[in-house]
């Protein structure tokens, strides 16, 4: 048996960690909801368990997508994670091998050139050696540019890195700490008998040349095992944590689970997965529009990990979701967001620091609890038969141009409908849901729902994708609810709608509510293709921009808003287009005053574009004057 | 002082030593733009809420100036934060959150509680 003291405080750290992990996993399976422990259960015994080995490999070993969205800072974080991990299972190998036994403890792989300080002078030795001191430099190189990052973010393409607390700068120079001092404690025992490869054994002999290498090895050795200690004891309150917990996260996620709209175990794994790596904050166009950099999710989930005050940081924000996007973890960062908005201002920060390795469960009222809005004023539900229900939404009643050019295409389809809120209507509920207020908000969902319920549509046409999209996920409807674009898709491929084609160049703005919120990318495009000119622009699809509208930040001024409208209608405008398409009545009011290129809904060039029969005899059958409802597929 | 035939109407009477501004101080604290606000008026005339009630915006924030919370408190828990009045003010106040930090400051002060 090999031994020596300065290996205790590595053992202490290892099963230390390994011990919380278990225990910290076993907490969490078990407040899971009923359904999520089935669903974890399947996936685990399932297909979903060789989906999450692959994913495990390539995002939290590999960083796969942050490689592919910025190499520098992927081969930062994929040379420590992934090059630690090549370097363990090999160290682990080589004590196997090589050592006098087979089968070691841990430190054995951790501490091999202190206990075998021969090994590796020729033949397979000395290329394995080679190897290990290849990994060895991988690590180094990127812990090289971590430490550059640090202090000026912009080598590894980042313009903003996060702020640290003392406990994560203590855990962050633990880190730092290990591979050099493992290359120092190796290098020093190499020098002393040498051994060693290129790495270790070149500078092992440069050092034995004018220092005591024996006699200097041994407090490196010391220094390697306390680093690693120290950063394994601090890994659970650090947001080193992580680590183990983007484990649980891929495989819960493969299982099948979401956050929903509850708060729970899942919120607090995904809270716990975030790596501050400070993506979100890069991405986010309060940053770097606005110039407001500190309410970004990184750092919504570090107050929530430290017990702090976060409705301040919730409530501050375009919910545009540009951070879902680019997370690299994956979090679902804007349903988290809304279940702190929900929760309002909750603090239970005491400062003790014991607590944090095993917080109380997250006990989140469900909903906010200042400010009750009480809607008994609402009007009797006046319902119209009609096949297709067309609503508005009050945000389209501001602009009343998009609400003429959608009856002028209802009328143009032939279809039998019914503009439900011609006269104004109740609001859809969304805005409600924004500021954190669900209860109030199923009032208005229920109203509208009876309304559309008794009209007996088969179709629910919207203009507002804020409207589409609570329709589409809150309401409890048998209709098939579609965003404008969808609808005059629809038409276009049923033959229903003649189009001409525009001289017209154009560029689209993809609303963050349709887009990222719905999924809606194809329609609107195929449509302009048709009619027009689309240019491509910068921000197309996932990586549009938010207008600056939205009425998901309630707290930000108007000033900063116009900024954040003006330059993205600059970036949106680049290419000199004749106008400036979008499929949302919000964007389209908070374009207008952000540019002098001209603004307008997808309806209304629609309208521009549709084509004037030339007598009504020569009208194909069906075209304009169907009355039976278009078939759903 | 003489009796020169004119009174002041007690209905009419506005105490502004009587009122309480601590709604209207809240609010500016945390919104100040609530401060340049004209009372022109266009956030009750595109008012969705305003299409059904009674209720108006210009109104509610001329009573929560004046300290005259009575008729606020009732009338504030109407809206229905659809926004459309932030998008219309002609001085960019943030007419959304104006009506939110009122409800948040009836709901702190127990005494005025909704």
């Known amino acids: ?633 | 002082m003489g009796n020169f035939g004119f009174a002041i109407l007690k209905e009419r009477h506005i105490d502004y030593d009587a009122n309480d501004k601590s709604v209207a101080e809240y609010i500016y604290d945390h919104e100040p733009s609530f401060r340049v606000c004209i009372e022109c008026g266009c956030c009750s005339a595109t008012c969705t809420t305003g299409l059904f009630t009674k209720f108006s915006l210009r109104e509610l924030n001329i009573l929560i100036k004046r300290g005259e919370n009575e008729q606020v408190r009732d009338n504030i828990v109407k809206c229905m934060l659809c926004g459309k009045c932030t998008l219309v003010c002609p001085r960019g106040v943030n007419t959304r959150n104006v009506i939110m930090l009122a409800r948040e400051a009836f709901q702190k002060n127990l005494k005025n509680a909704v």
């Open chain 1, 1 to 633: 048996m090999q031994f020596d003291p300065f290996i205790i405080p590595f053992n202490v750290g290892l099963y230390f960690i390994l011990f919380y992990a278990v225990a910290r996993s076993v907490i969490w399976f078990r407040d899971l909801s009923r359904p999520d422990k089935l669903r974890l259960q399947r996936g685990f015994f399932g297909r979903a368990f060789g989906q999450s080995l692959k994913d495990i490999f390539l995002e939290s070993l590999v960083h796969r997508k942050i490689l592919k969205s910025n190499f520098r800072l992927g081969y930062m974080h994929m040379s420590l994670a992934f090059g630690w991990f090549l370097l363990i299972l090999f160290g682990t190998i080589e004590a196997d091998v090589f050592g006098q036994n087979h089968l070691n403890p841990p430190y054995k792989a951790i501490f091999f050139k202190f206990f075998n300080p021969d090994h590796g002078r020729i033949g397979l030795e000395a290329a394995y050696s080679f190897w290990m001191d290849l990994l060895l430099a991988f690590i180094l190189s990127g812990l090289l540019l971590a430490v550059i990052k640090r202090f000026t973010s912009r080598v590894v393409g980042m313009k903003k890195t996060t702020h640290l607390k003392t406990l994560d700068k203590v855990a962050l120079a633990s880190l730092w700490l290990i591979f050099p001092s493992r290359l120092l404690a190796e290098s020093f025992t190499s020098g002393a008998y040498g051994t060693g490869s290129f790495l270790t054994g070149s500078l092992g002999s440069v050092l034995a040349s004018f220092l005591p290498a024996m006699e200097l090895s041994y407090p490196f050795w010391w220094l390697y095992s306390l680093s690693l200690g120290t950063f394994f004891v601090l890994l659970p309150v650090t947001r080193y944590m992580h680590i183990p917990t983007e484990l649980f996260l891929i495989f819960a996620r493969n299982s099948g689970i979401r956050t929903g709209d509850r708060p729970g175990a899942f919120k607090e794994i995904q809270t716990y997965s975030c790596s501050s790596c400070g993506i979100c904050i890069d991405a986010c166009q309060l940053n770097f529009s606005a110039g407001i950099s500190n309410i970004q999710s990184a750092y919504l989930l570090k107050g929530i990990r430290n017990d702090e005050d976060v409705s301040e940081i919730a409530d501050n924000c375009l919910m545009c979701g540009r951070c879902d996007q680019k997370c690299p973890v994956g979090i679902e960062l804007t349903p988290l967001r809304m279940v702190m908005r929900r929760a309002g201002v909750v603090v239970k920060n005491d400062g003790n620091i014991w607590k944090r390795y095993f917080p109380d469960r997250q006990t989140l009222p469900v909903s906010k609890s200042n400010g009750h809005p009480l809607y008994d004023w609402l009007p009797e539900p006046e319902t119209v038969k009609a096949d297709v229900l067309y609503f508005a939404g009050c945000m389209t009643h501001l602009t009343p141009a998009i609400k003429k050019s959608m009856v002028k295409i209802l009328d143009a389809s032939g279809l039998k409908y019914n503009f439900m809120d011609e006269q104004g209507g109740v609001c859809c509920g969304r805005p409600l849901m924004l500021a954190g207020q669900d209860k109030e908000a199923r009032e208005l969902i229920n109203y509208n729902s009876q309304i559309i319920w008794k009209s007996g549509a088969h179709i629910l046409v919207t203009s507002c994708p804020i409207c589409y999209k609570v329709f589409k996920e809150s309401y409890y409807l048998d209709v098939e609810v579609m965003h404008h674009t969808q609808f005059i898709q629809m038409l276009i491929r049923e033959g229903s709608l003649k189009l001409n084609f525009l001289q017209k160049k154009v560029t689209y703005h993809t609303p963050c509510e349709l887009g990222r919120g719905s999924g809606v990318y194809d329609e609107p495009k195929r449509i302009l293709k048709h009619i027009a000119r689309l240019q491509k622009t910068n921000f197309d699809d996932e990586n549009s921009l938010c207008c600056g509208g939205s009425l998901g930040n309630s707290k930000i001024s108007y000033q900063k808003k116009s900024k954040i409208a003006r330059d993205a209608a600059a970036e949106l405008t680049k290419s000199d287009p004749d106008m400036l398409i979008t499929a949302c009545p919000l964007c389209k009011k908070t374009f207008s005053s952000a540019t002098g290129i001209k603004v307008a809904d997808i309806a209304e060039i629609v309208v521009e574009a549709l084509a004037v029969p030339k007598s009504k005899k020569s009208q194909p059958a069906g075209a304009f004057n169907r009355k039976e409802p278009a078939s759903i597929n």
